[in-house]
């Protein structure tokens, strides 16, 4: 049973689990899952586990935070976080960000409309731990006791007083990975209150201030894509050794011609895939090389660490990794000298590189960037590729990733090409702008720590899950094949997770790939299908 | 670093219970992880998926792409995920000693 949380629950019993998640009380998905209504559930943190880690919020561990050696130690943690609030108010320290901070922290009218936009609250069942004004509304208060003038004598007179300790902090950077990003809340704000970015911010003043931040998002991530040059840990020898392994492949497969270019200066397009695709979805870089060839594209790939792997996981968590890697990425555009750079299947890359980057990158490093559902729709109306529709013959739905369609508004490209080139697309409801997020956004698609992939494919991914379900409720059975097309990474993998512990293979026939492998599908003359429905 | 036994010794594993450092990798610590998810014989099968993922990530530094493992060892996905109950990230790589593969994949 839930019980209700107060604000001032967060700072009590610092050891204690702030908050139940029971399965039982998650939203119900619809009749037709296969029987797997309720879902398999999740597994909890072990004995062991809660003896070593911070687990003190709803029973998931993401972080897997080391608990404090001491009481000193706490307090310094403490005080660390208050300093790190204070720069985030600070220009000189916050510049990027310091005004949609200031205008989300001010005007909050308490009204709600964002938790009933939340795919998070709403796949829990409303439990109150995961409302976006629950932790905006804690970091509010906290902020103006803590890192405005006048700050601790306006507390006590006035909207009720969080106490600052360290229970208070460690839940806060939990909780800071319980929310996708998606902006659908700031979507929905009458007042314009971005609660996403909020969340992102109390991750930046973790990582930035207290070195706190998921060891896949940083170690594994942004560390190593700097070291390496891809956070899959692929140096520039392995990514052309396995781009030329997939070039082989599919050219016996599919009987055409491929050879990806490389290096090319001065060429029209430099493409950035998430180097995560050519590891785990080779189809849809081998669909890049197959289109450009067909259309005649002067384009290159990067064997420039890191200009090979469009991810940037600092846009999750980390103003400094962020810029870092943008920065990368620019200068070998600049260096390669191309007319433009187009940006692969990858949500998170898009807003890091053009919405992001468009404040971070001046003069020469402002390569023109591209999204790749506009690429690839002046690839399929050139005129330069015979389609057959009728190759696509089978239910296929779009989901919309929220950063490339909510947050930055390209809407239509992908859908002009579905409705010409899959007779049987369909859309889920709500689509578009209004989308939801497949659970895995704000970078919690590639974390998987202790139970944490259990929670995201049972919780922030259910309304999703459930949408799918319902988009393909006339042809229900597992003998109908059926396409989610996801244009993104994360989305993908996300997908992958949610399907395989779902069971949506076998007792749904729904499968999940990219947007390219479609149009591929399509082509008139490849040798046999082009898209494998794996058995 | 939790740290779990496998064969009779401790070793530093992850939360996932991934060796940490793949050079104190023997086969009875593959037998080891191969037991506790059920499976009490290794067949040639196994041990040559085993030796062409230690290989490869020795040479490479990461884990071979799927479908480099299937060419290679001609198994199939299928074949893959009977010899290795979890398939070959969760199972195959741990089993080998190597570490799960990292980033968007």
């Known amino acids: 049973?839930?019980?209700?949380?107060?604000?001032?629950?967060?700072?009590?019993?610092?050891?204690?689990?702030?908050?139940?998640?029971?399965?039982?009380?998650?939203?119900?998905?619809?009749?037709?899952?296969?029987?797997?209504?309720?879902?398999?559930?999740?597994?909890?943190?072990?004995?062991?586990?809660?003896a070593r880690l911070v687990c003190n919020l709803d029973g998931v561990v993401a972080l897997g935070l080391p608990?404090?050696?001491?009481?000193?130690?706490?307090?310094?943690?403490?005080?660390?976080?208050?300093?790190?609030?204070?720069?985030?108010?600070?220009?000189?320290?916050?510049?990027?960000?310091?005004?949609?901070?200031?205008?989300?922290?001010?005007?909050?009218?308490?009204?709600?409309?964002?938790?009933?936009?939340c795919p998070v609250y709403l796949g829990s069942g409303r439990n109150d731990l995961y409302r976006p004004t629950y932790r905006a509304e804690i970091f509010r208060r906290l902020v103006n006791k803590h890192a405005r003038p006048g700050g601790?004598?306006?507390?006590?007179?006035?909207?009720?007083?969080?106490?600052?300790?360290?229970?208070?902090i460690t839940r806060l950077c939990e909780l800071s990975y319980r929310c996708t990003l998606c902006r659908r809340c700031a979507q929905s704000c009458p007042m314009g209150v971005d609660n996403a970015l909020l969340t992102r911010e109390l991750r930046k003043l973790f990582s930035?201030?207290?070195?706190?931040?998921?060891?896949?998002?940083?170690?594994?991530?942004?560390?190593?894509?700097?070291?390496?040059?891809?956070?899959?840990?692929?140096?520039?020898?392995?990514?052309?050794?396995n781009i030329e392994f997939l070039d082989k492949e599919f050219a016996d497969a599919t009987g055409l011609e491929i050879s990806t270019p490389w290096d090319q200066q001065g060429a029209e397009v430099l493409l950035i895939h998430g180097a995560g695709d050519i590891l785990s979805w080779p189809e849809n870089p081998a669909a890049f090389a197959i289109?450009?060839?067909?259309?005649?594209?002067?384009?290159?790939?990067?064997?420039?660490a890191p200009g090979y792997d469009g991810a940037n996981y600092g846009v999750f968590y980390d103003d400094v990794q962020l810029a870092r890697i943008a920065t990368r990425h620019a200068q070998i555009a600049r260096r390669l000298g191309v007319k433009k750079i187009v940006m692969g299947e990858c949500g998170h890359q898009h807003k890091a590189f053009m919405a992001v980057g468009d404040r971070l990158l001046a003069g020469d490093l402002n390569t023109p960037r591209e999204s790749v559902m506009v690429f690839l729709e002046s690839l399929v109306f050139?005129?330069?590729?015979?389609?057959?529709?009728?190759?696509?013959?089978?239910?296929?739905?779009?989901?919309?990733?929220?950063?490339?369609?909510?947050?930055?508004?390209?809407?239509?490209?992908?859908?002009?090409?579905?409705?010409?080139?899959?007779?049987?697309?369909?859309?889920?409801?709500?689509?578009?702008v209004d989308n939801y997020c497949c659970g895995g956004g704000g970078g919690l698609s590639v974390m998987s720590q202790t139970n944490f992939m259990d929670w995201r494919v049972n919780v922030a991914g259910r309304i999703k899950f459930k949408q799918v379900v319902e988009a393909f409720s006339d042809q229900p059975g597992p003998e109908?094949?059926?396409?989610?097309?996801?244009?993104?990474?994360?989305?993908?993998?996300q997908f992958r997770d949610m399907f395989e512990h779902y069971g949506a293979r076998e007792r749904l026939g729904i499968a999940v790939g990219g947007l390219a492998e479609l149009i591929v599908n399509a082509m008139v003359g490849i040798r046999k299908p082009f898209i494998e429905w794996q058995e | 670093m939790p740290q779990m036994e496998l064969a009779g010794s401790m070793y530093e594993v992850d939360e996932k219970g991934f060796l940490q450092e793949t050079d104190k990798w023997n086969e009875d610590i593959a037998k080891a992880y191969a037991a506790l998810e059920g499976v009490t014989e290794l067949t040639e099968e196994h041990w040559e998926v085993i030796r062409y993922l230690r290989g490869y990530y020795l040479e490479n530094g990461i884990c071979p792409m799927v479908r480099r493992l299937t060419k290679a060892t001609g198994l199939g996905l299928k074949r893959l995920y009977e010899l290795f109950p979890e398939g070959p990230a969760r199972s195959a790589c741990k089993w080998a000693g190597v570490p799960k593969p990292t980033g968007c994949v």
């Open chain 1, 67 to 117: 608990k404090a050696r001491s009481e000193q130690e706490k307090a310094k943690q403490v005080e660390l976080f208050i300093s790190g609030l204070r720069k985030l108010l600070s220009r000189q320290d916050n510049w990027t960000f310091l005004q949609p901070l200031l205008l989300s922290l001010d005007y909050c009218a308490q009204c709600q409309t964002c938790s009933e936009a």
């Open chain 1, 291 to 304: 289109l450009c060839r067909a259309a005649g594209i002067g384009w290159t790939l990067s064997s420039e």
């Open chain 1, 208 to 241: 930035q201030e207290l070195g706190w931040s998921p060891e896949e998002l940083h170690e594994k991530g942004t560390v190593l894509q700097l070291e390496v040059g891809s956070p899959t840990g692929m140096k520039p020898r392995v990514v052309r050794d």
């Open chain 1, 1 to 50: 049973m839930k019980r209700p949380l107060r604000l001032e629950d967060i700072s009590r019993d610092g050891d204690g689990q702030l908050a139940e998640i029971e399965i039982g009380d998650l939203m119900p998905l619809p009749s037709g899952c296969g029987g797997l209504e309720r879902g398999p559930g999740w597994k909890a943190v072990s004995r062991e586990q809660k």
């Open chain 1, 382 to 432: 050139s005129g330069k590729i015979r389609f057959d529709p009728s190759k696509n013959n089978f239910p296929v739905t779009l989901h919309d990733p929220c950063n490339i369609v909510r947050s930055l508004g390209i809407v239509e490209p992908q859908r002009r090409i579905l409705r010409y080139l899959c007779p049987q697309f369909r859309e889920m409801t709500p689509h578009g």
């Open chain 1, 480 to 493: 109908v094949k059926k396409y989610v097309c996801a244009p993104c990474l994360n989305c993908k993998n």
């Open chain 1, 152 to 168: 601790k004598l306006l507390a006590k007179l006035y909207r009720g007083d969080v106490e600052l300790n360290w229970a208070t």
